[in-house]
């Protein structure tokens, strides 16, 4: 399998709700434990949880093709 750099730049929606739901409980997990241990990887790794829980768009997932979207399911509504 390999990694497409450009697909990987594309916005795409390929965060289920499932997993944004995890990804929000684990980001905000651990920028709690980030501020409290003064841990720079756990902050990092937390904020880009939240942002690609946030976003529904993975650049890893477009990358490698990967999607965790359930059929059916409906892209977010976008705010403008």
């Not at 905000?28 to 880009?48: C, D, K, R």
Request: charge should be positive.
């Amino acid at each position: 399998m390999s990694f497409d750099y450009k697909r990987a730049l594309k916005r795409e929606f390929n965060v289920g709700a499932k997993e944004q739901k995890v990804r929000y409980g684990v980001g905000i997990a651990l920028l709690l434990v980030s501020v409290f241990l003064a841990n720079i990887p756990f902050l990092l790794i937390g904020v880009v949880l939240v942002a690609t829980a946030k976003l529904q768009w993975c650049p890893a997932y477009s990358g490698l093709g990967k999607s965790s979207v359930e059929p059916g399911e409906l892209p977010p509504v976008s705010g403008h």
